[in-house]
């Protein structure tokens, strides 16, 4: 299949379905670096796979040994790991036998840790903020600069919870710091947000991918 045959059977099919084996992080394939391929994935749902495609489509990526390759809707797509050429084509057979091999709701991978419902105040965040500041490069650079901010004053309550500073002495709790983390985290999602459309789908297929290889390390 081409990208934009993936792209149309992904969006004919149940977004919220979780597949056995589906795919993430899209990237220049090493057979032949002007196509595309994406890692294989255990647990995904169908919305992470869509959100991996999509993002693939006129996006350029370095082949293993160099080169810039940019992919449009007619580059055939691959199921390969980074730097390996697997040989295994993304076919109509192939992505129909993924759809069909749901998940049970019990083996599916756990709930993405912000609720839909924290989404949506995640969002009114943002739409604040483009009401008030708009939604340049340089708005979007500045949401992106202010994780730095919140990761200092994490690590600073951090230090004041442990003592570390003998002249000031424990000056935090650790629910000061749990706090501080959470500022970290609303910012971090604010900047998703302000980036992607469907930030939910793109902080699902990262966890995915990760729990994939804890995975590999632990077996």
């Known amino acids: 299949m081409n990208l934009a045959e993936l792209i149309t059977a992904l969006e004919a099919?149940?977004?919220?379905?979780?597949?056995?084996?589906?795919?993430t992080h899209p990237h220049s394939y090493r057979g032949y670096y002007h196509e595309l391929a994406f890692e294989p994935a255990s647990n995904v749902t169908v919305r992470s796979m869509l959100v991996a495609?999509?993002?693939?489509?006129?996006?350029?990526?370095?082949?293993?040994?160099?080169?810039?390759?940019?992919m449009h809707e007619y580059s055939d797509c691959w199921l390969s790991e980074e730097g390996a050429a697997s040989?295994?084509?993304?076919?109509?057979?192939l992505l129909k036998l993924m759809l069909t091999e749901a998940v049970a709701p019990a083996e599916a991978a756990p709930a993405s840790p912000i609720s839909p419902g924290q989404w949506s105040t995640i969002r009114s965040l943002v739409d604040w903020l483009d009401s008030e500041n708009g939604?340049?490069?340089q708005e979007i650079t500045l949401r992106i600069l202010k994780l730095t901010e919140e990761t200092g004053e994490a690590a600073q309550a951090w230090i004041g919870a442990t003592g570390q500073n003998p002249r000031k002495g424990v000056t935090h709790t650790r629910e000061d710091v749990?706090?501080?983390?959470?500022?970290?985290?609303v910012t971090a999602a604010v900047a998703l947000t302000s980036i992607v459309d469907d930030p939910g789908a793109v902080l699902d297929a990262k966890l995915a991918k990760i729990a994939a290889r804890s995975k590999t390390v632990n077996d």
């Open 13 to 23: 099919a149940n977004p919220n379905q979780t597949v056995r084996h589906g795919f």
């Open 53 to 70: 495609a999509r993002s693939a489509l006129n996006t350029t990526y370095e082949g293993w040994k160099g080169g810039d390759y940019l």
């Open 87 to 93: 040989g295994d084509t993304i076919s109509e057979l």
């Open 135 to 137: 939604r340049s490069q």
């Open 178 to 185: 749990a706090g501080e983390l959470v500022d970290v985290i």
